[in-house]
């Protein structure tokens, strides 16, 4: 591949990179997997499974909730932490009960906020959708480069 043809398959990427609501649609969709899995695992009372499934949903939580800004979030951000800091200690609580039955109630719960961040990513993110012929590619000098060292 050229090295314009790269640069405009990198210029392309970008431009269709996932909005932060896509993105958050999409760490949603993997606690809720996870969840999913724990409960099964539950069910077939794979315990040491259990435990490590249920801490991966846990660490997306904990990321999450790490990545609020207090400052700048204002009352949703105030919301987002209750919210995240409920889940985890409920994830944690999933582990001594090993009920599929409040697995599912937090799965639910987890659905519910997944379910609003998916209609504000569909009803606000800017289009980023781009035509690789829209793609601006800028020459670039290579004469001096020594690409053999």
Same mark, same amino acid.
């Given at each position: ?5 790269? /640069?405009?398959?990198?210029? !392309?990427?970008?431009?269709?990179? @996932?909005?932060? #609501?896509?993105?958050?649609?999409? @760490?949603?969709?993997? +606690?809720?997997?996870? @969840?999913?899995?724990?409960? =099964? ?15 991966? &949903?846990?660490? $997306? +939580?904990?990321? @999450? ?5 207090? *400052?700048?979030?204002?009352? $949703? ?16 609580? !999933? ?8 697995? =599912?109630?937090? $799965?639910?719960?987890?659905? %519910? ?6 209609? $504000? ?6 289009? %980023? #959708?781009?035509?690789?012929? *829209?793609? /601006? /590619?800028?020459?670039?000098? #290579?004469?001096?480069? =020594?690409?053999? &060292?």
């Amino acid at each position: 591949m050229a090295y314009s043809q790269q /640069v405009a398959s990198y210029q !392309l990427a970008n431009a269709n990179a @996932l909005h932060k #609501t896509r993105q958050l649609v999409m @760490l949603y969709d993997g +606690i809720i997997k996870f @969840l999913g899995q724990a409960k =099964d695992a539950m069910r077939e009372k794979r315990f040491e499974d259990r435990y490590k499934i249920l801490q991966k &949903a846990s660490n $997306i +939580i904990i990321g @999450l909730h790490g990545a609020l800004d207090m *400052e700048k979030g204002g009352e $949703i951000a105030q919301m987002l932490n209750s919210f995240y800091a409920a889940m985890d200690l409920r994830i944690i609580n !999933l582990n001594r009960s090993n009920s599929p039955e409040e697995c =599912d109630k937090v $799965i639910s719960e987890i659905n %519910m906020m997944r379910s609003a961040w998916n209609k $504000i990513d569909q009803e606000y993110s800017p289009q %980023m #959708t781009l035509k690789p012929e *829209e793609v /601006v /590619v800028k020459p670039v000098d #290579t004469s001096g480069a =020594d690409f053999n &060292a």
